[in-house]
């Protein structure tokens, strides 16, 4: 019906313009305003109206149901899986949970840092529970024009019903990455298209009847999730909040099995090692340090990938590309000894640290010293923030000794240094005491600050100055191979301490 009436329009208008030219109408404001409200329709049906077949090839690409990810894997994140598969039960055995009267679950929170698996949890969690598998972000929902987000969040969840329906499945899946976009508090200001998308989500959340086929969960990611609004995190609603953490050791090393299946590694190779150098790194990251070190063997035109592949792979995930920076020869004689003079002091106060240092720049950065931490650490103790410090100012203490002044190269290891100072006094480790920093004044931080980073720069400096030697014999190798590993940067630590004792 609608379309001939579509007909008759399209027959009448030119119609109509003619007689108005007849008439001597000037037609070109009418047609202008004509085509800018077609094409401001269009643009609008187009990006909300069919919010889901908008982008469709994308968006249909992603929310395949992954039929081939399953929780194992995902490396590591023991805790967030475990918690993940029993609140997924509660969906499984929905029969026994209406029999104890237990309220259906109907959204799941993960939270933590970006790459840590939170999409991968999500989507093993489709496989797991057999369930149809549909994913949005947060910003796709963003428009200028209200009410186009509201529109997309209904059309998400009449699309998910629809497919489980078409595919025989009990349950969909909905996962919205960066929930914070549209879930951010609502201050009933400015951001009116935000609230009414958030309005919509909480209305098709409240609209879940978790009893009957198909029963919708919906699963959420965020790594901000003290800015989402309480509404969301209510009981009923996000109730499940699981952390989905940076891993640990073990967790690194399942993460590097599990991506390193389909790439060869040469004899010798240990993947332990990598896993100890890489604290810090989100499963994204550990992924990225493999697929970089099989590109270093490649062109090497190595058939598979060596231990020192992965070491430069790992500067590159950590530091950034080498770059082809041309330092003067002086330039990089200051590099090179403000370098060692990180590396003296990490070496004397935690013997076996260093795990490499360098002279040729990568990213930002003219030189750097690559660090293995003894462990995963969480807690730290004052003794052991101060070692940090001063292996953050062996550079600046290396180029007062060798040329009397610093440079601008400290810059960075003063902001590091300045961190941990604050953060030992915000611990109440400093002669401050336990202070609240409303309660002191800028003088008396200030003047604290000063106090310990010089006594820690006298420290430093004292240090360094004993292994003169050290910095002689270590000096001219790392001009010349440009890299010493942390093995060979300890052998010339040792020999010269032997030496002159
Ligand atoms: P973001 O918050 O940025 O969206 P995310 O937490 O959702 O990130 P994913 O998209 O799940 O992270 O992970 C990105 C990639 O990192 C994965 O495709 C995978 O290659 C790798 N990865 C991350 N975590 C793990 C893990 N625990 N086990 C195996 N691979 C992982």
Redesign the pocket.
Same mark, same amino acid.
């Given at each position: 019906m609608s379309k001939i009436y579509k007909e008759i329009g399209i027959g009448f208008i030119p119609v109509l313009l003619i007689f108005l030219v007849f008439l001597g109408v000037n037609v070109i404001p009418i047609l202008f305003v004509s085509v800018l409200g077609v094409s401001l329709f269009y643009m609008i049906k187009g990006r909300g109206g069919a919010g889901i077949s908008a982008g469709g090839g994308d968006r249909k690409s992603k929310n395949r149901t992954p039929s081939y990810l399953t929780f194992d894997?995902? $490396? $590591?994140?023991d805790r967030a899986k475990k918690e993940l598969m029993e609140a997924l039960d509660f969906l499984i055995k929905h029969e026994e949970i209406k029999k104890l009267g237990i309220r259906p679950l109907k959204g799941i929170l993960l939270t933590?840092p970006? /790459? %840590? $698996?939170? %999409?991968?949890m999500a989507k093993a969690a489709a496989h797991y529970t057999n369930s149809v598998y549909m994913a949005a972000s947060g910003s796709e929902f963003v428009e200028m024009y209200v009410g186009v987000g509201a529109s997309r969040v209904r059309d998400l969840f009449k699309e998910a019903r629809t497919r489980a329906v078409k595919e025989g499945k009990d349950n969909a899946i909905i996962f919205i990455?960066e929930i914070d976009v549209i879930g951010g508090k609502r201050d009933g200001g400015q951001h009116r298209e935000y609230d009414q998308t958030l309005n919509q989500l909480l209305t098709e959340m409240d609209g879940i009847h978790t009893n009957d086929a198909p029963r919708i969960l919906i699963v959420a990611?965020t790594?901000r999730k003290e800015i989402l609004d309480s509404a969301l995190l209510r009981p009923g609603r996000f109730d499940r909040h699981i952390e989905?953490d940076l891993?640990d050791k073990k967790g690194r090393l399942s =993460?590097l099995d =599990?991506?390193v299946k389909n790439k060869p590694l040469a004899q010798g190779v240990s993947l332990d090692m990598i896993a100890d150098q890489t604290f810090g790194f989100? /499963?994204?990251q550990l992924?990225g340090v493999l697929n970089e070190a099989a590109i270093y063997a490649m062109r090497e035109d190595k058939l598979a990938i060596e231990q020192h592949h992965l070491a430069s792979a790992i500067d590159k995930v950590m530091m950034g590309e080498r770059t082809d920076k041309e330092t003067a020869q002086e330039e990089k004689e200051r590099v090179a000894y403000h370098e060692l003079g990180h590396a003296i002091v990490a070496e004397i106060v935690r013997p076996g640290s260093v795990s490499q240092v360098t002279v040729s720049p990568r990213g930002k950065a003219l030189g750097y010293v690559r660090h293995n931490p003894p462990k995963d650490h969480y807690l730290y103790t004052k003794d052991y923030i101060e070692q940090q410090i001063m292996i953050a100012l062996g550079g600046a203490a290396a180029e007062e000794i060798f040329y009397g002044g610093r440079s601008t190269g400290s810059r960075n290891d003063f902001e590091q240094s300045l961190s941990m100072v604050r953060n030992m006094m915000d611990s109440g480790l400093t002669s401050l005491g336990i202070i609240d920093r409303d309660m002191v004044t800028k003088d008396q931080l200030m003047k604290e600050n000063t106090i310990i980073l010089d006594a820690l720069m006298i420290r430093t400096k004292e240090l360094l100055e004993q292994q003169r030697s050290v910095f002689e014999h270590s000096f001219a190798i790392l001009m010349k191979e440009e890299v010493l590993s942390g093995e060979t940067f300890r052998k010339l630590f040792d020999d010269s301490v032997s030496k002159s004792a």
């Open positions: 894997e995902i $490396g $590591g994140q933590g970006p /790459g %840590t $698996g939170k %999409t991968l990455d990611a790594n989905v891993p =993460i =599990i991506h989100s /499963g994204a992924e």
